[in-house]
């Protein structure tokens, strides 16, 4: 790849920092009512330019939107041509925000690469984010390898496998054996043998492949100073799960599945300060704890209840849902090679 000139880059540093500058904009929110002056007319002429002014102001916001979806179309465009150029930049313009460390386990099925896609298009809309994504597998693949190099987002690929008693039978309920134990432990210590508390600041996430994620949850948690936490929708059997929130302080948990869990949470509802993570290296997952107890197996050897820093406006809003692709049907795949078709098995899906 050429080295950008002085001009190019310039120009390249002034449209990532303008694409950076949008998309914080519309996080923090596109509405903005400006009345430079009051009028002196009757009510109905009011009614009138306030509606008026409410027609011009949904113009705007529509026309926004589509400069936001080009903006990002430049940016995502940027980081596949110029990958170290662009990276580069980045980092300059978000020097002085946390890095979020995000740690996916995934596994080898048919509905991967559909999970793998929906989940990096939301995190391309995330600023200063390192996505660590760990394969259950005896070694890299090259579906989840070429997938991350043309993302666009900033990762580490890994791999550990885990052994065959441990692993779910193809009938067995998904409740039945711990999943990801031994892929985010692997993440964790990539994350101590890379970085250090003196030259990094970040927090740090475990996102399944298969859940879905306001863009909202990510500004929540990146100033976590020890441990934060929010509800999780559509998990243990409930509309949500939540830590119980009194005058700022969590003292209970709204949860019915195994009420002896010490942290009755999910794994996507909580995030934890790098710097804690690096400071206690014994940390970590277990393959042989009880039933639903990863979560507080890891937890309780970092932080006390009333430690814990309520977020998504006192745990009020659900930002995050505990969902599932379900299992592909590939049912009449036999019985279109008996008309004489067949599928092009080359071809990735």
């Known amino acids: 790849m050429a080295i950008l000139g002085i001009r190019q880059r310039r120009r390249l540093t002034i449209v990532l920092a303008v694409t950076?500058?949008?998309?914080?904009?519309?996080?923090?929110?596109?509405?903005?009512?400006?009345?430079?002056?009051?009028?002196?007319?009757?009510?109905?002429?009011?009614?009138?330019?306030?509606?008026?002014?409410?027609?011009?102001?949904t113009k705007k916001e529509k026309d926004l939107g589509r400069r936001e979806a080009k903006l990002l179309r430049i940016e995502k465009q940027l980081r596949r041509t110029y990958p170290g150029e662009a990276k580069s930049v980045m980092?300059?313009?978000?020097?002085?925000?946390?890095?979020?460390?995000?740690?996916?386990?995934?596994h080898t099925r048919m509905v991967q690469k559909a999970e793998l896609t929906r989940i990096s298009n939301t995190l391309l809309h995330v600023p200063r984010l390192h996505w660590i994504v760990i394969e259950?597998?005896?070694?890299?693949?090259?579906?989840?390898?070429?997938?991350?190099?043309?993302?666009?987002?900033?990762?580490?690929?890994l791999n550990v496998l885990t052994p065959k008693m441990y692993k779910l039978g193809e009938k067995d309920p998904n409740w039945l054996k711990p999943r990801g134990v031994l892929q985010r432990n692997l993440g964790l210590k990539w994350?101590?043998?890379?970085?250090?508390?003196?030259?990094?600041r970040g927090v740090v996430y475990f996102a399944d492949d298969d859940n879905t994620y306001d863009l909202r949850l990510f500004d929540e948690m990146r100033y976590t100073?020890?441990?934060?936490?929010?509800?999780?929708?559509?998990?243990?059997?409930?509309?949500?799960?939540?830590?119980?929130?009194?005058?700022?302080?969590?003292?209970?948990?709204l949860a019915y599945w195994n009420q002896e869990r010490p942290f009755q949470m999910d794994m996507a509802g909580f995030a934890i300060n790098l710097k804690l993570i690096l400071e206690n290296p014994n940390a970590k997952f277990d393959l042989k704890a009880k039933r639903g107890h990863q979560e507080s197996v890891l937890l309780k050897s970092l932080v006390e209840m009333d430690e814990l820093e309520p977020k998504?406006?006192?745990?009020?809003?659900?930002?995050?849902?505990?969902?599932r692709t379900e299992p592909a049907k590939l049912k009449y795949e036999e019985a279109l090679k008996r008309t004489g078709k067949q599928l092009n098995y080359d071809i990735e899906v």
């Open 136 to 157: 259950d597998s005896e070694s890299r693949t090259p579906l989840v390898k070429n997938f991350l190099a043309h993302s666009g987002l900033s990762y580490t690929h």
């Open 20 to 57: 950076f500058a949008a998309y914080l904009l519309f996080r923090s929110g596109r509405q903005c009512h400006e009345y430079d002056t009051v009028l002196d007319v009757d009510t109905a002429e009011a009614v009138k330019h306030i509606s008026d002014i409410k027609l011009q102001l």
């Open 91 to 106: 980092q300059e313009i978000e020097a002085d925000i946390p890095t979020i460390y995000m740690i996916t386990p995934t």
């Open 191 to 200: 994350l101590r043998d890379s970085l250090n508390t003196e030259t990094h």
């Open 225 to 253: 100073k020890k441990v934060s936490v929010w509800p999780v929708g559509l998990v243990g059997g409930l509309r949500y799960e939540s830590p119980q929130v009194t005058n700022g302080k969590v003292t209970g948990w």
């Open 312 to 323: 998504a406006d006192n745990c009020s809003k659900i930002l995050v849902w505990h969902t």
